[in-house]
């Protein structure tokens, strides 16, 4: 087995610190053991981190290199984050308790991908746009004038990062904010400090200069609520629950910072009647078991709510029960074991609660709903499936964060489209049928900054963000690019046409 990442220090203007807030025990939720100690950041070591990425963005050289060579600095770090992929993957499993195959191919697989399609589409985004004015407002007079908008980097980023997908999520924030011009001081989850540590590795090697890119694990908030209301920092970028993310946008908004919030969820996958014809249950059982085999649930976008025609909906129990029951749990370093532990015996409670409040209100459990009596260890729980009996249920509404599903049923498309969008939530959607018109109607209709058809698509080139509760700003793409940069309206005039 690969070891760990080895860096257990901040990283702060260009060096390596001895942590001065205390040391910060990392422990596998699977084992119960400690398995690496990082030196956590003071509060006053999180300042100096700001500060030097206030002077690296105010008077360093970054934020005026040329796109392309910002790029090959962006790339040298993926190259260094590549060197250690079996390190990350052994990370992930320890730290974040992910199953192996998960932890592979998105934890860190799509993460390494997502750093260069990133790079390549900055690349092909123009610095500069013409705007969209009549051509005879382009004349004045005799003379020309010229109205463009210019993207300028946004200025110094707070980067606040959760616990479930930790790796990618850094990739995500760090690297558009970099490609932006941007300086960045990274706040990792307590619960998943190397996954961030690994970045001041990554930025060392590939040259960056001091500043441009800080790391501060923590063992507190203390730091997480400086850099929300430090005056030197223009943008916070945050992922994690919608509660927290009020109280960020409430320490921000005295000096009216940006904010890019990526909140909670309570996704549903919709499968219309056509999907059933010909057998399609099938669709429905590896949809669900998307689920619960992404990280034990424990995902924003996850599309835990299930609805299904209210005429099929005791064959779906019945087809889901049979497969849930038997789900393979246990070590997440297992290729084997489909679904690993929640990250803290508080976040087992916490879904234990939820699906027993769920059943008071009338909710029938099928399956699961326990600690899996042959786990001695770890905080696992076992895949859930409950029946409700309305779209208000707590378990059809409350985001879980954990290995349930909640099955609704609905009598037509008006009650389905109605139960989607029942939710203070909308991160993401979706769409299982074999009509696209239909299904791209029912798209439309949907209040979600995600709505997948019959696929899903995450990468570096695709955005992601909210509706409503689920917070503003988006992650990845050209928008996600975009949200690390100001628009800037430049007129130019004075100047004649050619040959006059």
């Known amino acids: 087995m690969a070891d760990l990442i080895t860096e257990r220090r901040p990283f702060v203007d260009g060096q390596w610190l001895r942590g001065a807030g205390g040391e910060l025990a990392v422990s596998s939720p699977a084992s119960e053991e400690v398995v690496a100690r990082v030196e956590a950041a003071s509060p006053a070591q999180t300042e100096s981190a700001v500060l030097a990425a206030r002077r690296a963005f105010d008077s360093g050289p970054w934020p005026t290199l040329t796109s392309k060579e910002r790029i090959a600095a962006v790339l040298r770090m993926a190259d260094a984050l590549e060197a250690r992929r079996a390190e990350l993957v052994e990370t992930v499993i320890q730290e974040a308790g992910c199953p192996r195959r998960v932890t592979e191919m998105a934890q860190v ?12 589409l900055y690349g092909r985004m123009p610095a500069w746009e013409h705007n969209e004015a009549p051509l005879a407002d382009h004349l004045v007079g005799g003379d020309v004038r010229l109205s463009i908008r210019r993207f300028e980097p946004a200025g110094v980023v707070a980067a606040i990062t959760p616990y479930n997908f930790p790796f990618i999520t850094n990739v995500w924030k760090v690297v558009p904010a970099l490609l932006a011009g941007c300086t960045v001081v990274l706040r990792p989850s307590p619960l998943t400090p190397l996954e961030a540590i690994v970045f001041g590795e990554a930025a060392e090697e590939a040259g960056l200069p001091p500043g441009v890119l800080g790391v501060v694990p923590e063992t507190g908030s203390e730091g997480g609520e400086l850099l929300t209301t430090h005056p030197a920092v223009d943008l916070v970028s945050f992922t994690g629950s919608t509660d927290v993310g009020r109280a960020i946008a409430a320490q921000a908004a005295p ?23 010909g057998g399609g249950i099938g669709k429905v059982v590896q949809g669900v078991m998307t689920v619960f085999a992404s990280h034990a649930g424990q995902g924003c976008s996850l599309q835990t709510r299930l609805l299904v025609p209210e005429s099929k909906r005791a064959e ?89 599903v909640t099955v609704l049923g609905y009598r037509d498309i008006e ?16 769409i299982y049928t074999g009509d696209l018109q239909q299904g791209l109607s029912i798209a439309e209709r949907i209040r979600s900054g995600t709505v997948q058809i019959n696929t899903s698509w995450a990468s570096g080139y695709t955005p992601m963000g909210g509706y409503k509760q689920s917070g503003y700003g988006r992650e990845r793409g050209a928008a996600g ?20």
């Open 109 to 120: 697989g799509m993460a390494l991908d997502s750093i260069r399609e990133l790079c390549e």
């Open 255 to 277: 000096s009216l910072k940006r904010l890019i919030l990526e909140l909670g969820g309570k996704s549903a996958q919709l499968h219309l009647p056509d999907t059933f014809e």
């Open 316 to 404: 779906v129990l019945d087809a889901l029960e049979k497969v849930v029951t038997g789900l393979p749990i246990g070590d997440p370093s297992d290729p084997a074991n489909l679904i690993g532990p929640l990250i803290t015996a508080a976040q087992r409670d916490r879904v234990d609660g939820i699906v027993s409040d769920a059943v008071s209100s009338g909710a029938k459990l099928v399956t699961g709903g326990r600690r899996p009596p042959q786990l001695e260890r770890g905080w696992f729980y076992e895949p859930t499936l409950l029946d409700a009996p309305s779209p208000d249920n707590p378990a059809a509404a409350r985001e879980i964060f954990g290995p349930v």
């Open 415 to 430: 009650e389905a489209v109605a139960i989607a969008n029942h939710s203070e939530f909308g991160l993401s959607c979706g």
């Open 481 to 500: 690019i975009r949200a690390f940069q100001e628009l800037k309206h430049v007129v130019v005039g004075g100047f004649a046409p050619p040959g006059r």
